[in-house]
């Protein structure tokens, strides 16, 4: 997995929300922890990445005036 784009990354997180709900950071952080015990570095900062995604996707509702994706 390599998505290089922004939007990719959101549109994977989603799609863990979707399919894990409140697991999928679970999901992410597991991804990632296993792609730096393989060595793959890039797959890592990926997974990172869409960890990221879901937590702020789950965050909730933006605080006024913050800009959200």
Known sequence: MHPTH???VWQL???LI???GDEAP???AMKTKEAF???DGEDALVW???YEAVI???RGVPAEGE???
Request: glycine content about 4%; hydrophobic content about 45%.
């Open 6 to 8: 922004e939007p990719d």
């Open 13 to 15: 997180a989603n799609m």
């Open 18 to 20: 979707d399919h894990f």
């Open 26 to 28: 679970a999901h992410a």
């Open 37 to 39: 015990a393989s060595g």
């Open 48 to 50: 990172a990445k869409i």
């Open 56 to 58: 702020e996707m789950l």
């Open 67 to 69: 800009l959200r994706h």
